[in-house]
């Protein structure tokens, strides 16, 4: 399972700092600096993120990052995620499970959804991977699920946006076909925004036709995590 490590080591160093710095936390139980500790990540992460995502787009990751809750609530909810990405992680070994804050961005490598070229239907080993994932999805049922769809950069930058939008809304559309309620999903367009590859090769702008997801706790699971930590 892939993480962010330039993130998470600002976030060490930065809680780092403050914990040695003060000593009035020092004498906090194990809960209070839990909740410390959460905060601070959220804060580190958003603001070192940000600028990142402010520069490149707002796909997945900025979608995880926008969904940081922090303290005790938050380390209830990745907790959560943690074992979510793992149960993908075992279903599609090939995937890039990315834990993110308090969310999973997922990306889904050699067991790719991709598309042929100009098209926007499903293939059947995108529908074969997708399949793998729904007892998942279905196991989490407190989580929504962004799905974002991307292009190549053959044609305008319109008629590329649309098609992103397709691609995404069949991969929304397949897996509510399989009981998964609808109102969970929500679809953007990329278009040929934030290339995994390059596009001046066939392979390169097959691995950009593809979607992928960002995982965050729905408010239900927020409202649930902020009554445990309150107890």
Avoid: W
């Avoid at 003060?22 to 500790?37: D, L, P, S």
């Avoid at 059947?124 to 793998?132: F, Y």
């Avoid at 995994?196 to 702008?205: L, P």
């Amino acid at each position: 399972m892939q993480v962010n490590k330039i993130t998470f080591g600002t976030v060490l160093l930065a809680s780092t700092v403050l914990f040695s710095s003060c000593e009035a936390v020092k004498n906090t139980n194990k809960t209070q600096r839990g909740a410390a500790i959460g905060a601070v990540s959220g804060a580190v992460i958003g603001g070192v993120l940000g600028n990142n995502i402010g520069k490149g787009g707002n796909g997945a990751l900025g979608a995880v990052i926008g969904g940081v809750v922090g303290g005790v609530a938050g380390g209830l909810i990745g907790n959560k995620m943690d074992k979510q990405a793992r149960q993908i992680q075992d279903q599609l070994p090939g995937a890039k499970v990315e834990r993110v804050g308090e969310g999973i961005k997922l990306t889904l490598g050699e067991n790719a959804v991709k598309f042929e070229f100009n098209k926007a239907s499903l293939t059947s080993g995108a529908k074969a991977n997708l399949d793998k994932l729904v007892p998942v999805f279905k196991e989490y049922a407190d989580t929504d699920i962004k799905i974002y769809g991307y292009t190549d950069s053959v044609g305008s930058d319109e008629y590329n946006m649309n098609l992103s939008e397709q691609r995404a809304n069949a991969v929304k559309t397949y897996l509510a076909s399989k009981g998964l309620l609808s109102s969970r999903f929500q679809i953007v367009g990329m278009g040929e925004l934030e290339p995994i590859a390059s596009n001046d090769t066939d392979a390169g702008r097959s691995e950009n036709r593809r979607v992928e997801f960002a995982i965050i706790a729905n408010q239900k699971m927020i409202d649930d995590a902020k009554k445990e930590a309150g107890k």
